[in-house]
């Protein structure tokens, strides 16, 4: 098993920025893709930001947060973090973390909790 642990989140501003970071820990074998989705009140959860942790690196995200947000990684430590700039209303949402682990035959998805993110004047 592996257990993701949010963190940051909280209140911006319109046109403030947050930072969010997730930890991965446990029985890892080779953690290829991390992701960040969202759920806002009565939405469906959306894919946000992915980011190969393979080794490429490469990332991709959302239309609606393309040029605003930067997800990064830090293999070494099994993290994935997301800057969110330039933060708009509609970016309320509770932000969660995706890893997908390779354990050589089987591609094993896991979240986290969870973390709040309220953008409020």
């Known amino acids: 098993q592996v257990q993701l642990v949010e963190s940051g989140g909280g209140l911006a501003q319109p046109g403030g920025s947050l930072g969010l970071s997730c930890a991965a820990s446990g029985s890892i074998s080779s953690i290829v893709i991390m992701r960040w989705y969202r759920q806002a009140p009565g939405k469906q959860r959306e894919l946000v930001a992915t980011?190969?942790?393979?080794?490429?690196?490469?990332?991709s995200y959302a239309d609606s947060v393309k040029g605003r947000f930067i997800i990064s990684r830090d293999n070494a430590k099994n993290m994935v973090s997301m800057q969110m700039n330039s933060l708009k209303p509609e970016d309320t949402a509770v932000y969660y973390c995706h890893a997908v682990d390779w354990d050589g035959r089987f591609a094993l998805p896991y979240w986290g909790q969870g973390t709040q993110v309220t953008v409020s004047s």
């Open positions: 980011i190969d942790s393979s080794g490429s690196g490469s990332t």
